[in-house]
């Protein structure tokens, strides 16, 4: 079965308080965006991978690229208003359907080469499988005021790879957007899909916030 990599770097990064989209923002000599990518070609060099950018960044996009000499193949895809779209616009591009496809944060860079190899070989057997890891901290749901603990063994953080047989997922993205669609698996669960997880890593750390980046910066000193 051929294997999809969707590489997601649409957002404008408002939390980050640069005007650089977090994604184009330098990290040991290269922009963020690029450490996923050819980190992810250099796990398997048969993956296709499919970049998803905002369509006002192709510029940026390009020079950037240029610059920093990157020739890893990919195809390049223009993103929608919400990140649903951005993953729907590229699994239109993805005509067989007889084939795997995984779901990236194009801002994790410290991805690890198992969680794609157990992925795919999850999914091609049971249809998906998500990398999420255990909540360590206490947990209370609830608001300021009125909340209650509930069992943090029971909690899991939501990471990515999200890989699924691609009929599976693009039967998911065929029905209409509804806010409570903030991953791929919530897509994927309301057309009554079972969701697997198996352990991702909190080396795998999605850089959000301006502290994040020296996080980032340890974590791929020590894994390269």
């Known amino acids: 079965m051929k294997k999809y990599v969707i590489i997601l770097a649409c957002g404008l990064g408002a939390r980050m308080q640069s005007s650089t989209p977090k994604q184009y923002i330098e990290l040991n000599g290269k922009p963020i965006i690029f450490h996923t990518i050819e980190r ?40 929608g208003a ?35 190899e157990q992925g795919f070989c999850v999914a091609a057997t049971l249809g998906n499988a998500i990398c999420a890891i255990k909540a360590t901290d206490s947990i209370r749901l609830g608001n300021e005021h009125t909340n209650e603990s509930i069992d943090r063994s029971k909690v899991f953080l939501v990471q990515t ?52 980046l020296a996080i980032a910066q340890h974590f791929l000193n020590n894994t390269q």
Do not use: C
Request: proline share 4%; charged share 20%; aromatic share 12%.
């Open 161 to 212: 790879p999200q890989i699924f047989k691609t009929s599976v997922i693009k039967k998911a993205y065929s029905q209409p957007f509804q806010p409570t669609f903030t991953d791929d698996a919530s897509v994927a669960q309301n057309i009554g899909e079972n969701i697997n997880i198996i352990e991702g890593s909190k080396t795998n750390i999605k850089i959000t916030y301006t502290s994040d």
């Open 40 to 79: 992810i070609w250099n796990f398997d060099h048969t993956y296709n991978i499919i970049v998803v950018i905002n369509k006002e960044h192709t510029d940026l996009f390009t020079q950037l690229k240029n610059r920093y000499a990157l020739t890893v193949p990919f195809s390049l895809v223009f993103g």
């Open 82 to 116: 919400e990140r649903f779209y951005s993953v729907k616009n590229a699994l239109d591009t993805i005509t067989d359907e007889y084939s795997l496809v995984a779901i990236h944060d194009g801002v994790r860079p410290v991805v690890e080469k198992q969680m794609f």
